[in-house]
């Protein structure tokens, strides 16, 4: 299983980003994909995650109403968009897969390199 984040950077405060996991050398029990992210002298914390067999998603609070999570139809690669970001959102995000739909980290047992965002004026 390799998980591989991409596309993190620099914006202004209510600006827009998109940022992808790609995923390969799943089994059907690997059926999770999970965003999480962790800031600077914080701890991890879960954003939300979307199931690949029927594009179910969960949103955890800092994610709701800003965050979107979805997949390409090979399913193969997970997006997350956010927007109207804010200098809290700053942090590195990081993708991973679990066999089951939980925004627990310690159930996620693949875990992607993170990729870095930004937000500041």
């Known amino acids: 299983v390799q998980l591989q984040a991409s596309g993190g950077g620099s914006v202004q405060p209510g600006g827009s980003l998109r940022i992808s996991c790609d995923a390969s050398g799943f089994t059907l029990d690997y059926a999770v994909i999970g965003w999480f992210r962790q800031a600077p002298g914080k701890e991890r914390e879960g954003v939300g995650y979307?199931?690949?067999?029927?594009?179910?998603?969960y949103y955890a609070d800092p994610a709701k109403g800003r965050f979107t999570i979805s997949r390409d139809n090979d399913k193969k690669t997970i997006y997350l968009q956010m927007n109207g970001l804010k200098p809290d959102d700053t942090a590195v995000y990081y993708c991973?897969?679990?066999?089951?739909?939980?925004?627990?980290?310690?159930?996620?047992?693949?875990w992607g390199q993170g990729t870095q965002v930004t937000v500041s004026s």
């Open positions: 979307i199931i690949r067999s029927n594009g179910a998603v």
């Open positions: 991973a897969t679990s066999n089951m739909p939980t925004i627990d980290e310690y159930d996620y047992h693949y």
